[in-house]
């Protein structure tokens, strides 16, 4: 079992329409989850961090983490083609960084 | 958070040669981490390099593959020795955020071997 698990996608989105990005991961004691985005060729830039139980928001992005079901989600509203990008889930669980595979995001104008 | 100023940025090399990459940061960290990510992959650790001491590799690396330098609290260099097409990534430095559960990274190397 992986770490860190991502649907790769493809997921394709209208513009404007919201886009759900999930990722699981296995070790109950993560404490810390991040979602970067990566542009083709470049390299990962961090978006969002959440820490504790619930929703986090910031701009059109908000994650959300339930850490009884290990679940991790990022919610992007009024998406734009500038979003299309893959994005990665990542876990450090105090001892070990883990990244998931990324999930690949298309916005169609 | 940091900010990680990377060298070269991409590169072409010949098989059974060397590349070393720079890692420039502008603030003192005490610990940089050096990722790979194979294409279609995720990022997967190399080593985790501390100012003074030795890094740390992690399972499937080695020092003679993939030796290196800290100097000082801002700077490392990876060397990718001995190059084989297999070698052919992104590689990636990356310090701690603005928090120390985070991780930032720099723009990158994008190393094709023919």
């Known amino acids: 079992q992986k770490e860190v698990e991502q649907n790769s996608g493809p997921l394709s989105v209208p513009e404007g329409a919201i886009a759900s990005l999930n990722c699981t991961y296995s070790?109950?004691?993560?404490?810390?989850f991040f979602w970067y985005r990566q542009y083709s060729g470049k390299s990962p830039e961090l978006i969002m961090s959440?820490?504790?139980?619930g929703d986090k928001e910031d701009g059109r992005f908000t994650a959300q983490l339930n850490k009884a079901s290990q679940y991790v989600s990022l919610l992007i509203r009024d998406s734009q083609p500038s979003d299309s990008a893959t994005y990665l889930c990542?876990?450090?669980?105090?001892?070990?960084?883990?990244f998931g595979t990324g999930t690949s995001l298309t916005v169609i104008p | 958070s940091a900010v990680i100023s990377q060298k070269p940025s991409r590169d072409i090399c010949q098989r059974g040669t060397s590349l070393t990459i720079q890692c420039q940061v502008d603030?003192?960290?005490?610990?940089m981490f050096w990722y790979r990510q194979q294409p279609g992959q995720s990022l997967t650790l190399i080593a985790t390099?501390?100012?003074?001491?030795?890094?740390?590799?992690e399972s499937g690396f080695v020092i003679d593959k993939f030796p290196i330098s800290r100097p000082n609290l801002t700077f490392s260099t990876l060397t990718v020795s001995n190059m084989s097409p297999e070698d052919s990534s992104i590689y990636l430095c990356?310090?701690?955020?603005?928090?120390?559960?985070?991780?930032?990274f720099g723009s990158g190397t994008q190393l094709s071997v023919l």
């Open positions: 603030s003192q960290v005490t610990m």
């Open positions: 990542a876990v450090n669980t105090g001892n070990q960084f883990y």
């Open positions: 390099a501390n100012q003074g001491s030795e890094a740390t590799y």
């Open positions: 990356s310090v701690e955020g603005s928090a120390a559960s985070q991780r930032v």
């Open positions: 070790d109950r004691v993560s404490q810390s």
């Open positions: 959440i820490y504790s139980n």
